[in-house]
């Protein structure tokens, strides 16, 4: 089932500091060669696991921040099925260009233009937040992982992975240099408290050269204790647009 047009739409005008020039940087991506290539077999075994680690499943509604090109975006797709949804998000206008030509006639998918954090959308409404190759280009974790808590089911799941390890991935970072020079995974120690303020509880973990990821479930004792999270983002307004 999709969800209606009112349940998820962008919030507002309002853009983070550094957001236009990680735009301007995945915009320029967007023309490099891997961004229309395919997934190899070898990375599509390790797609299909990090799902599997997920438990993304037929039937659910999962929010992708940073879809990019739609390469995952489309996998996502095949795996939720025609009675799931998958809602596909990207600050660069030019990877959504790129998304909406790949994965855009798919009908279990929507994509959106702009930050993940100014969607609005119900309370609760997703089974699953996916992050592939994205947590690093995340200015506030803390908040950032906090509205997805807001927006995760309290079975929901949210799962930050990446192809490659923290080591090979904060390094290539640095060497980009620019606007994403910055753009780190921290510590083990550091996410776990990024996670824990967020309110997430860290089920499982590897880091690995070739392969890294956290997936994590709802901490409900702090849900109860704070309602979810809601009043940091306010009320829903269905009505505002990006």
Known sequence: MICE???????SHRHREGDTGKRAFFDLCCREDWAFLDYSDE???KLDRYLDIAGVKRGHRVL?????????TRKLSERVGEDGEVVAVDISPKMIEACRHRAGRLPNVRILQGAVEQLVCPPRCFDSVFCLCVF????DKVETLSFFNRVLKNSGVLMVAHTQGRRILNELHGNLGGAVEQDRIPPFSEMQRIFAEAGFRIAAFMDKDEGYYISAGIDMGKRNRRGGLVSKFGHLDSGSTL
């Open 64 to 72: 992708e921040p940073g879809c990019g090109t739609g390469r995952f």
């Open 43 to 45: 990375k599509h075994r």
């Open 5 to 11: 047009p009112t349940c998820l739409k962008p919030q």
């Open 136 to 139: 690093p280009h995340f200015d």
